[in-house]
Nanobody
Framework: QVQLVESGGGLVQPGGSLRLSCAAS????????MGWYRQAPGKQRELVAE???????NYADSVKGRFTISRDNAKNTVYLQMNSLKPEDTAVYYC???????????????WGQGTQVAVSS
């Protein structure tokens, strides 16, 4: 069993910052690409940022320059540093990871439970 646990969400004023963390645990040989998605009420889930095992990154245009994704492979953890937050960033943020099991036979996609981020005065 593989589990992704997010933390760091909360309420922040416009212009403020938050740092989200997502730690993977369980039966893991290695983790390939990890990413963050978000979903606001009435909208579909969208990609925020992703990072490969080699450190290559990709960001949504709406967050580029404000958010930074990083990872610690030794800890199986991915982070999302969120600066200059705007009300439109309000959403539930979900962690995603592609996990290679110990038998190295294939790759499985896992999701975290989500963490709420609210940006409001």
């Amino acid at each position: 069993q593989v589990q992704l646990v997010e933390s760091g969400g909360g309420l922040v004023q416009p212009g403020g910052s938050l740092r989200l963390s997502c730690a993977a645990s369980g039966s893991i040989f290695s983790i390939n690409t990890m990413g963050w998605y978000r979903q606001a009420p009435g909208k579909q889930r969208e990609l925020v940022a992703e990072i490969t095992s080699g450190g290559n990154t990709n960001y949504a245009d709406s967050v580029k320059g404000r958010f930074t994704i990083s990872r610690d492979n030794a800890k199986n953890t991915v982070y999302l540093q969120m600066n200059s937050l705007k009300p439109e960033d309000t959403a539930v943020y979900y962690c995603k990871a592609y996990v290679v099991p110990p038998d190295y036979s294939t790759v499985f996609q896992y999701w975290g439970q989500g963490t709420q981020v609210a940006v409001s005065s």
